[in-house]
């Protein structure tokens, strides 16, 4: 059966039945690669009041048909980390300057002391014990 139609009969409601009132979606944070996208679609079946679910790994999307908290999701995905918001909820981020982030303040002082080093090197020699160090 091709993923279209798959996709189609999942997500179809059978006669009598109204999945729109039951189907939930959310946007996904640090969800980190398609294994464990995969691993997490597992576990959000294995909640026992979902029907079905799906992870949409590029969009970053679950799609669950049936009941299940937020907190119950983030159970679900707390082997990766993943933060489960739903689709409709706007999440404030802080934003936080570049050069206060650890990774970029290292390299700002690696940078410095290669820095040191050349202009040691051009000043007073390659041999010299200040360039050696630096």
Known sequence: MSNSLWHWR????????NTMENKHVYRLQGLSCANCAAKFEKNVKSIATVKDAEVNFGAAKL????EASIAELE?????????????T???????????????????MISALFLLAGYVAAYT???????????
């Open 10 to 17: 999942l997500f179809t409601p059978k006669r009598g039945e």
């Open 63 to 66: 799609t669950v048909i049936g």
């Open 124 to 134: 007073i020699g390659e041999r010299h014990i200040a360039t050696i160090l630096s």
């Open 75 to 87: 159970k679900a995905g707390a082997f990766d980390g993943i933060t489960v918001i739903p689709e």
């Open 89 to 107: 909820e706007r999440k404030e981020q802080k934003a936080e300057p570049f050069w206060k982030k650890k990774t970029n303040v290292i390299v």
